[in-house]
């Protein structure tokens, strides 16, 4: 482990056996579940890479290994990009034999944050954000071979483009930052026109099919969908399912789907669930469910935007549900969709953030609110129109990506106040993209109104410092944040020096006896009396952070099954009475 100004470069294990024996391809996976061909070539692996200035031309005299960022160890460059740099990826590419069957296109599922892309010296398209796919028709300028050129440039001080939790000053509850390309790179023949995207709605026994093509035109086709073989018109169609099986997290169950339009055809899958709020309480297939959760910020050691195999994200997916989680809060980041496939498959329930932009102010977004001082009018705060603009366009597309996934039960818009503005107009605005889902409007304390309407679906509150008192009102009661307990272990910590926790303990024991009082005394009562979901701050050490159940590395979980597992029991059952 490599030492440098207290901090420690620590790898997962999945990160060790990955330098032992890299792979030619890493994450080599299907990167688009739920909209699936058969023709897929991965570009992730060894590029040429080189940073430099706004007026150099690259010299590519170094090799990075994508989908990784430089930032990263597993990226085989390691070390911080220094401000208005531009990072530029070259490769060489041919088409494999019989690839080619109409038209060819580009995938990079994520970049940050604005991307140039050049084949063969020719400009095809730009990308402004870092947490979005982008697609580029290659095919009219693709020659026998070719040269692929990405050009990547980060502004994270910009204040305009989402950044989530980066901060060039890294420390306490901010991280190091990225930049460049963080998911994976891909080629897909397709038709000449083509099945562009899909949604499902369902119902507790049917699923209802949209169909969007590249062209815009009315799809036509057939779909077999849970064993059943339906026509759609207009791009449209519904299936009845006889003796339906509901998605649960205790039974995950997917319905496969097969979909042909004209010489397209993609496979799929859906699930047959509902989530609705009534009486105040959160239900899914409308019965009421106790959320049960954790923060996750999808942070890793070693790949820090990424694990070092897909496999990471199931593996800390099933820690959660071994210590008796059903649900994880997806903090201000948005993941590859492996990530939420696998919840799906699993039976994790995922409450999805939107990721911030815009400035923050410790005093007015953390510290006065802490203490009770909340402001009442977001509508006057970042009027900055081209920081709203963005914002706005980052949740329209967050929404467009993820809203297929049945294991996503709820959207969370404004997390404390950080680059909150006209939280009513926003709420709005995503009920109209999804009216399935309930939506968060200002986790935290940043709530306008009380009454109807409320322009928020729940009462989410944030409690540190101070015990857990909280009491049901007019909407589903949340506790959106809570605990964050640090425990820090020796050679499995990041930063030798500095530790940021709410409260501190130095064994085991103590840490472990300290959150189960936490639970039994304060939140089951709050279950008791009404609360319908709960998070715990963290699923996992993030650099300075030690308050996760599981160390920064992977390599040490803090917290004891059984243990977990009886607190679990206890809630689940306290809701249900």
Known sequence: MKQENKLVQLFTPDGEQFLQSPPPTPWNVYPRPHLKRD????????????????????????????????????????????DGATLCYRKELSLPDGFSRGRILLHIDAADQISTVLLNGKILGTHRGGYERFTLDLTDALDEKNTLEIFVTDELDSKILPYGKQK????????????????TLWLESVPEVYIKDISVKTTLSSATLSVTMSD???AEGRMLAGGASVDFTNGQATVEIENPILWTPENPHLYDLTLTVGEDEISSYFALRTVTIEDRRLCLNGKPIFCHGLLDQGYFSDGIFLPAKPSGFEKDILFAKKMG?????????????????????????VFQDMVNNSDYSFLRDTALPTVGLIRRNDKRLHRNEESRKAFLEGMDSTVRRLSFHPSILSWTIFNEGWG???????????????????IDSTSGWFSQKKGKPSFTDFDSRHVYFKPVKLTVGERALFLSEFGGYSYKIEGHSFNLKDNYGYRTFSDRKSFTDA???????????????????????????????????????????????????????????????
């Not at 059903?326 to 496939?341: A, G, V």
């Open 420 to 438: 909150q503005f006209d939280h009513e107009s926003a709420y709005l605005r995503l009920k109209a993209l999804d009216d399935t889902r309930p």
């Open 325 to 349: 989680f059903n649900m994880l809060r997806k903090h201000i980041k948005i993941e590859p969709e492996q990530f939420y496939y696998d919840c799906d498959r699993l039976g994790m329930i």
């Open 216 to 218: 815009g035109s009315s």
């Open 168 to 183: 060039k000053k890294r420390g306490g509850m901010w991280y190091t930052p990225i930049s460049g390309i963080w998911q």
């Open 39 to 82: 023709s897929f070539l991965c570009l992730n692996g060894a590029w040429d890479f080189s940073v430099v200035t706004e007026r150099e031309a690259p010299h590519y005299e170094e090799k990075i290994l994508v989908p990784f960022v430089p930032e990263s160890p597993l990226s085989g460059i390691g070390r911080t990009i220094p």
């Open 515 to 577: 959150l189960e009082k936490l639970y039994l005394d304060e939140i089951l009562p709050a279950v008791k009396d009404g609360l319908s979901a709960a998070v715990y701050t963290q699923l996992s050490d993030i650099e300075d952070e030690t308050n996760g159940l599981i160390t920064y590395d992977r390599k040490v979980e803090k917290v004891d099954e059984e243990q977990m597992q009886k607190i679990a029991t206890a809630l689940y059952e306290a809701y249900q009475e």
